[in-house]
């Protein structure tokens, strides 16, 4: 992301340093990662220090200081899928994806997380890649929907 | 569209719009809340636009997309107006058999309609079905009559005629009056009554006041805040400007997760038509009152929800709590008196207005007044949210409600009040849901997430299980929340893999109890929670994780074993072609066995065993039987038919 795009994010949010998580929302949003040159183009232009920037950064679940795969996906561990199995779901997963949650793979494809709760608890246990859920999933049909994905 | 400038011109716009409604016009409603997205409900509103206009009938049948209508188990859902037909698990391949036969010849189509359970009798109507019938839908019910997306259908139901009462009508004293009387408590958790903190910030010296909609709904298994922003935002808009009107603030935020991108754009799109239309800005209806209200998206972290932290989080900076020797409502958002509620408190307040506090206060028990949304989720029949008057027997939301347990299965417990809440056993069933019964039981109200547990249920990981979510949610501000809640999982961890020992509880208890008198704030303070009430109802199963190394469940995987039973095993291969790691030796007409070295106990080889043989056998607290000889495992033809 160049800092003309940067740039323009915060004036969009009138350049105020409360802003600040929603400037970084926005650029986490459209470049599915924070990289350093952004940070410290926000920091100069918010007049934040770096270092609150990072404290932030790091605090907030939907912010990532590493690239990120072409496909996130996301397994369901709140409550309802819990006890609907999403532990053998996300056992599969890491089995065949060979990353855990919060790790990408070296060749960028996919990135795994675990979130708390997607609010389709109908579904459970359930899976979202890229925002599509795949919802009353087994470990076996794990296999089949990541297959769909290049 | 112009701006309304007075009580008398919002009474003649509605009277407009309503003129326009023909009620008894054909209406297809089609419920698009995220589950039902989920399950395919854009494809469904496609194919009814298209059958509609190939069918010539665009003049004569409306198409209303609406937020959730609760019974996501079922979804997609439509539901026919005016006779109110209601089909489930639509697939767009239903369409056009719909329109062709029940829009146009007034068939019903039996297949898509709700069976009832218990007794198979085939029910038609909405209103009919168990699931809807037993509820009182007080703030729910109106997510099935609009399009969240229209202003217009909200005005159509007499939207924003609270606030023109309260502007016109009412002292600010009148309504905070009004709202004490009705004695509504805070529907995020806590149940703090309303009033009562709306009289602190009211009495507060300060000029800038503010007021926030917590919609950082982040307990997993609740979701009804979501529906209701996605479905109805603007009830919940006039409920906060009427605080607004009430306290004498002028600004307002709404702070909502960003996981809930439908909600935030259904809320942005509503402050936008209420500005407008002159509900919210300068001149407010052509009084002198003004109030802007700025939608703030949460970056993801439970504790946000906390108020102090969701203050401290739209101030710019990393959502932390502190320590509250001020109440928030005195010195809260940028140290200004601050009235921050739940999305639902906020959306009863029209209706308090509207009806007022005698009408709301006939709902509900002595303390607990109103009705109350819950999130009926796990292992229950019938997932949904569902609206019920507080005071409903668990028994009633479960089984009357909720249909009963999954698959016949036997209830163990239902755990209610999120994280911070409580597991509760089969002898509580007939508790009264209130604030101050459930907390009497041990757990809390919490948001309202209801996650049914049956006996495949082991209390002692769903006790794992939360304390592991607060581990990773805990913000580490302060030591006993950061360093005791991840001994405690440690050691409940240490459980459920067969490494517990004597003392273990007793540990347990101890750092439970330090958590809950220093930590900060509500996280740490409940944190134990989850522990206390599992081993309060289900002492006997930590023992036998404990002593017998045995998981009564057979839930834990490091202490059970599966096994297929060669008397039942009739060698069909279909755990065998399943298994995700080959650990399961045989063939076509040879007895499996399971390669206990192999097996990463994923359950597959259960699942997938049909229920006819039912061969597959999960064992715990005992050795698995050795193998039969290969030469005993081939199964000569005909040998096993019985």
Redesign the interface.
């Known amino acids: 992301m160049n800092n003309e795009r940067v740039d323009q994010i915060i004036e969009k949010h009138n350049g105020e ?6 400037v ?2 926005e650029v986490q949003n459209e470049n599915r990662w924070l990289p350093r040159q952004a940070l410290e183009r926000i920091s100069e232009k918010l007049q ?1 220090p770096l270092t ?1 920037i990072q ?2 950064a790091t ?5 990532s200081l590493v690239p990120k795969g072409r496909h996130e996906i996301h397994i369901c ?4 899928c ?4 999403s532990q ?1 779901v996300l ?2 997963v890491k ?1 065949l994806t060979g990353i855990n949650p919060g790790e990408t793979d070296l060749d960028l494809k996919f990135s795994l997380e675990t ?10 246990p ?1 899976m979202e890649i890229d925002g599509q ?1 795949h ?1 009353k999933l ?3 049909d794990t ?1 089949g929907a990541l297959k769909k994905y290049e | 569209m112009p701006r309304i400038n007075s009580s008398a011109e919002l009474e003649k716009l509605r009277e407009s719009i309503l003129s326009k409604i023909d009620p008894n016009k054909r209406t297809i409603t089609l419920c698009s809340g995220t589950a039902c997205h989920a399950t395919g409900s854009k494809e469904v509103a496609s194919s009814i636009e298209e059958e509609i206009s190939k069918q010539g009938l665009s003049d004569q049948v409306d198409i209303r997309k609406t937020g959730c209508h609760g019974f996501c188990e079922r979804g997609p859902i439509i539901v026919i107006q005016p006779e109110g037909i209601c089909y489930l698990q639509i697939k767009p391949e239903d369409v056009p058999e719909i329109v062709s036969q029940t829009i146009k010849q007034n068939q019903i189509l039996e297949r898509l309609v709700y069976v009832d359970s218990v007794n198979e009798e085939k029910i038609i109507h909405e209103t009919e079905i168990p699931f809807y019938k037993n509820q009182q839908r007080l703030l729910f019910g109106n997510n099935i009559k609009i399009d969240p997306k229209s202003i217009e259908a909200y005005l159509a139901l007499g939207g924003y005629s609270a606030l023109a009462k309260v502007l016109f009508q009412m002292t600010p004293e009148q309504v905070l009056e009004e709202v004490k009387k009705a004695n509504l408590r805070g529907r995020g958790g806590g149940g703090f009554p309303a009033g009562i903190k709306w009289e602190g910030s009211r009495n507060a010296p300060d000029d800038t006041k503010y007021v926030i909609v917590n919609a950082d709904e982040g307990d997993p298994g609740a979701y009804m805040d979501r529906s209701l922003l996605e479905g109805n935002p603007h009830s919940v808009l006039e409920g906060l400007a009427i605080g607004a009107y009430t306290i004498g603030a002028r600004e307002g935020y709404i702070y909502v997760r960003q996981e809930y991108p439908l909600a935030v754009e259904n809320v942005g799109l509503a402050i936008k038509q209420a500005e407008e239309y002159g509900f919210l800005g300068e001149n407010i209806l052509g009084s002198n009152f003004k109030f802007k209200v700025i939608v703030h998206q949460g970056a993801g972290a439970f504790v946000c929800g906390e108020s102090t932290a969701l203050m401290t989080a739209l101030e710019g900076r990393a959502g932390e709590p502190r320590p509250k020797y001020i109440r928030s409502n005195i010195k809260g958002l940028w140290e200004k008196p601050t009235v921050l509620n739940n999305v639902e408190t906020w959306a009863n307040i029209p209706l308090i207005i509207n009806e007022g506090a005698d009408w709301f206060t006939q709902y509900g028990t002595e303390t607990s007044n109103g009705t109350k949304i819950f999130s009926l989720v796990g292992k229950i029949n019938n997932t949904g949210l569902v609206e019920v008057p507080m005071g409903m027997t668990l028994r009633d939301i479960i089984y009357k409600v909720g249909g009963g347990i999954h698959r016949g299965r036997k209830f163990k417990a239902v755990q209610t009040g999120g994280p911070s809440g409580g597991c509760l056993p089969d002898d509580l069933l007939d508790l009264q849901v209130g604030f101050d019964e459930l907390t009497q039981a041990g757990s809390m109200m919490g948001s309202g997430g209801m996650i049914v547990m049956d006996e495949d249920t082991c209390m002692v990981d769903v006790a794992r299980y939360f304390l592991e979510f607060l581990t990773d949610e805990s913000c580490g501000k302060c030591v006993p929340c950061r360093e005791g809640v991840r001994q405690m999982l440690k050691i409940l961890t240490n459980i459920t893999q067969g490494k517990g020992k004597d003392g273990d509880i007793e540990l347990l208890e101890e750092l439970g109890e330090t958590a809950k008198e220093i930590s900060l704030c509500a996280l740490g303070q409940t944190a134990p929670n989850p522990f206390l009430s599992t081993l309060k109802y289900f002492k006997d199963e930590y023992e036998a994780h404990i002593k017998g190394k045995k998981c009564p469940a057979l839930y834990c995987k490091e202490l059970i074993a599966y096994y297929i039973d060669p008397e039942k095993c009739q060698a069909c291969m279909a755990c065998l072609k399943k298994c995700p790691s080959d650990a399961i030796i045989g063939g076509k007409k040879t007895i499996h066995v399971i390669d206990q070295d192999k097996c990463t106990k994923c359950n597959t080889c259960f699942d997938v065993c049909p229920p006819r043989f039912n061969a597959v056998k999960k064992i715990s607290g005992e050795p698995v039987p050795s193998p039969i000889p290969e030469e005993e495992r081939i199964i000569a033809k005909g040998s096993k038919e019985k």
């Open positions: 340093a409360n802003s600040l998580i929603q970084l929302l934040v609150r404290h932030i605090f907030y679940k939907a912010f561990m709140g409550t309802a819990h006890v609907r199995g053998n056992d599969a089995n979130v708390n709760c997607l609010g389709c608890c109908a579904l459970g359930v859920i919802g087994s470990p076996a296999a």
